[in-house]
Structure formats: structure tokens, C-alpha cells
Nanobody, 123 residues
């Protein structure tokens, strides 16, 4: 049974930082590109970041470039999202997702999804 479990969300003031984690089980973690997406109330799901299987390639959404960093530890089957300089518009539920083999950004290409973790940024 595949499980992706996010953690690390919470309430933070604007300008602050949070680090999200996503622990995977039931898959060969190193065979999957891992992505982060987010969805705010009343808005469509948005691509945030993706990292290749080895960690050597990353892509970011325009709204988070320069502020967020995605990383992974294949020995721990975990992907991280370091979020700095947070803004109120970053408030959303953040989801991690797994895409087999090839790195990519469309959400529809991701096979497995976590349950999400809430991030709230106060002004």
C-alpha cells in the first residue's frame, strides 16, 4: 500500500519560514520524481516544485522561485520543501505527489498523492 504522509505545516507570520516533509512508503522511492502542489480555498491546484529521482534537477513555480527549495533524501524515502520569506498568498493546503520516473509538472501525471498539510501565513 502506497502512502505519502506530509508534515510540518502550521501557522507562521509573513516573512517566516517552514519546512515541509513528505515520507513515502510502499514505492521504490528512488524511481519516482517527487513534487509539491498547493491548493488555496476557491482556487485551482497549483504546481509548486518538483525534484528528479536523483535530486539533480529541480523546477519551481514562478510564484515561489527564489523563496522555496525542494530536496530529497532517498535513504530516508523523504522529500522536503523549505519555504522562506513566506507571504499570506502562500496560504494553502500543500500536497506531495509521486510521478514515476520522468520529472514533470502537470498534476495529472502524478500517480500517488498525500493527504495534504495546511500552511497558513498571517499578515
Amino acid at each position: 500500500q502506497v502512502q505519502l504522509v506530509e508534515s510540518g505545516g502550521g501557522l507562521v507570520q509573513a516573512g517566516g519560514s517552514l519546512r515541509l516533509s513528505c515520507a513515502a512508503s510502499g514505492i521504490i522511492f528512488s524511481s519516482y520524481a517527487m513534487g509539491w502542489f498547493r491548493q488555496a480555498p476557491g482556487k485551482e491546484r497549483e504546481f509548486v516544485a518538483v525534484i528528479s529521482r536523483s535530486g539533480g534537477t529541480t523546477y519551481y513555480g514562478d510564484s515561489v522561485k527564489g523563496r522555496f527549495t525542494i530536496s530529497r533524501d532517498n535513504a530516508k524515502n523523504t522529500v522536503y520543501l523549505q519555504m522562506n520569506s513566506l507571504k499570506p498568498e502562500d496560504t494553502a493546503v500543500y500536497y506531495c505527489a509521486a510521478k514515476f520516473f520522468v520529472i514533470g509538472t502537470p498534476a495529472d501525471d502524478y500517480k500517488y498523492w498525500g493527504q495534504g498539510t495546511q500552511v497558513t501565513v498571517s499578515s
